[in-house]
């Protein structure tokens, strides 16, 4: 070991490159043990904490026992112990340094991208910190500074223990080759997958899907490595949890932090799949430490979302649901009816408004254009612009309605002519502002119904209106009040032969959705309602529009997946995050915060765009929800028991 010890070094200079063990921070900077002067380039700190370190091997050699000295236990070399503990050297030791935040990578500070590339660094590896099965690389966009965690000691904590009791890797291996100005990441996943990405010094030299390796998304995953089959893979760490999620790299363009967006990066909408959306896989892998069990494991006990007026106050930008949060709202006791309790929630959104906070409106709601949805909130007592018809367009940019962003998402796919099955003008009113006047609807320019829909399903019925509506290039499924099984069988028939006969290479016919919901609730059972069968105060269940498309789809094929425009969707929060210029609503996602009471739309969309959630239990989710609450990204950052109670 001490022979070791002489080779080893606490800091090695390889060109560009850095090579560590723990990590650089602030207060480490310059500083080595029992020196008073900090060193001011890396270059030089590196030679120092090397000839200390050997100056400790030397006074082990002389002063090799243990002895009281002091009233302390001494001996040659302990302050190089020291230095590899944890808190060591007062805590500016680089050996036993966690560079992680509660088990998630982060960001090097200004002062330690400024003082390596003082220093000509452009590179550092370390290991010490576990994370997942591959490597973790942290890009630095101001500097370009390249950080590389080379931990997989933890890849598979079930690998076989016959041989090897510490045997915590099993067959997890990653090759870390440095050529040149290139880093090459190769290796095995605990699955038996490979991967492999190509990182260079210089980042514009990088080629896609490589250049995402390093780049953090929304929901705070990095971007790790590059599988076989051309998705990346994205791991989020939080304590002793790690989540894994393989996905197209189109996917993860969408759902990068603003930081990393560039020309390269960006992602066509219209060469956007729901094939490749969809297609993530997500595992959730446990670290060393002690092991969660129950609610504790994902922090998801109400003492751990208390609301805190301070931290939410200081958000910019706060976006609210409609029912459950605004109105249709429930107390979960009697000190207040839910007609005061509506009131003060209304009270409370105004005083965010007067306060000069920006206040966005989104609904799953695709009855609703803008326009509708902006008279709806003044109706309701929201003082959201004067009673003007120019203070009410000026509005709709605080607004976000399913129909809106289904038309913003078709016009940035160059869709011309979508077969639109809906039941309200809403979604028609937005695709003409959107420019898309040559759709294919399910009721006339008045609302109405059109009776040729209405007729039975047989192969006559569904050729005519196919052969009728020949040039459409896309399904769009809002929520239709009258869905007939003509509407659901012509839409697959489209769908269908555009699959069947379209030549290699071509883009086959997609399917919109203006929600996923699978199901709403249509309001509460009286006080009197079927008292014997203790059926009052019950919510009355809808059909959702995701359960409407999902029929569509079926009659197809298992296969056929459609492109939800909603929430909790990446088109969405790609609509939020764009800006204003692009027709976007330039949201500072990380500034912004959404209050809902649903935990798969209202609280996803918050994790998915890393934004944080006031979850509120007016509407449709209770306590019990709560504690039986397993799934992290449904995980919010506060609960109140409604807005009226901040």
């Not at 500097?143 to 009791?165: E, P, R």
């Not at 290139?182 to 899907?209: A, F, Q, Y």
């Not at 189109?250 to 990066?265: D, I």
Request: glycine letters at 8%; aromatic letters at 6%.
């Amino acid at each position: 070991m001490l022979d070791l010890l002489r080779v080893g070094q606490l800091a090695v200079i390889l060109g560009n490159a850095l090579f560590i063990h723990g990590g650089l921070y602030d207060d480490a900077l310059g500083a080595v043990p029992g020196e008073e002067l900090l060193k001011d380039t890396m270059n030089s700190w590196a030679a120092a904490l090397n000839e200390w370190k050997d100056a400790q091997l030397r006074d082990f050699e002389l002063r090799p026992f243990w002895r009281q000295e002091d009233g302390a236990y001494r001996r040659g070399g302990d302050l190089l112990i020291d230095y590899g503990s944890p808190g060591g050297a007062d805590n500016k030791t680089i050996v036993y340094h966690n560079p992680f935040n509660n088990g998630n990578p982060a960001q090097r500070s200004a002062s330690v991208e400024d003082f390596l590339a003082k220093s000509g660094i452009r590179r550092v590896f370390s290991g010490h910190q576990p994370h997942g099965e591959s490597p973790t690389v942290v890009r630095h966009v101001r500097s370009g500074l390249l950080v590389i965690t080379a931990d997989t000691s933890y890849s598979n904590m079930s690998a076989l223990k016959l041989f090897n009791q510490a045997n915590n890797r099993g067959e997890v291996v990653t090759s870390v080759r440095v050529t040149g100005e290139e880093v090459h990441l190769e290796g095995i996943l605990r699955d038996g997958s490979k991967h492999k990405c190509t990182l260079h010094c210089d980042p514009t030299k990088d080629e896609m899907p490589d250049a995402l390796v390093g780049c953090q998304l929304n929901d705070g995953s990095w971007v790790k490595t590059v599988l076989d089959d051309g998705r990346v893979l994205a791991a989020l760490g939080k304590r002793f949890q790690v989540s894994v999620q393989a996905m197209h790299p189109g996917k993860a363009c969408l759902m990068l932090k603003s930081v990393y967006c560039e020309e390269k990066l960006s992602v066509s909408l219209k060469n956007l799949s729901a094939e490749w959306l969809l297609e993530s896989e997500l595992e959730v892998q446990l670290c060393p430490g002690p092991e969660p069990s129950g609610s504790e494991g994902i922090e998801n006990s109400y003492s751990a979302t208390q609301f805190k007026r301070e931290e939410f106050d200081s958000a910019e930008t706060y976006i609210f649901d409609g029912h459950g949060t605004l109105w249709g709202v429930r107390g979960q006791s009697q000190s207040m009816s839910n007609m005061d309790l509506e009131r003060q929630v209304v009270d409370n959104v105004n005083q965010l408004i007067l306060a000069g906070k920006r206040v966005i409106f989104a609904t799953n709601d695709s009855n609703y254009s803008r326009r509708m949805y902006v008279d709806r909130l003044l109706k309701h007592g929201i003082q959201l612009c004067a009673d003007d018809t120019h203070s009410k367009k000026q509005a709709r940019q605080k607004v976000v309605t399913a129909s809106f962003t289904c038309a913003w998402f078709l016009k940035k796919a160059l869709i011309r002519k979508p077969f639109v099955i809906c039941s309200h003008m809403g979604l028609l009113e937005e695709l003409k502002e959107a420019g898309i006047t040559d759709y294919v609807a399910t009721i006339d320019e008045d609302g109405h119904p059109k009776p040729e829909y209405s007729k039975p399903v047989t192969k006559d019925n569904v050729t005519e209106l196919v052969h009728r509506s020949k040039d459409v290039d896309a399904i769009v499924v809002g929520w239709d009040q009258q869905l007939t099984a003509l509407k659901v069988a012509v839409a697959a028939a489209f769908l269908k032969f555009s699959r069947e006969c379209a030549e290699e290479g071509q883009n086959v016919m997609q399917i919109v959705q203006c929600s996923s919901d699978h199901a709403g609730v249509l309001g509460v059972t009286s006080e009197d309602f079927l008292p014997g069968r203790n059926w009052c105060n019950r919510s009355i269940p809808a059909v959702g529009n995701g359960t409407m498309c999902q029929m569509i789809c079926s009659s197809v094929g298992a296969d056929i997946q459609a492109i939800d425009v909603g929430k909790p969707s990446e088109v969405l929060i790609e609509a939020l995050r764009r800006p204003v210029e692009e027709e976007g609503y330039g949201v500072e996602l990380d500034k912004a915060v959404i209050v809902g009471d649903t935990l798969n739309t209202d609280i996803e969309l918050a994790v998915r765009s890393g934004m944080r959630s006031l979850l509120v239990l007016s509407g449709v989710t209770n306590r019990s929800h709560l504690d039986q609450l397993r799934d992290t990204t449904r995980l919010p950052t506060w609960v109140a028991e409604s807005f009226a109670h901040i």
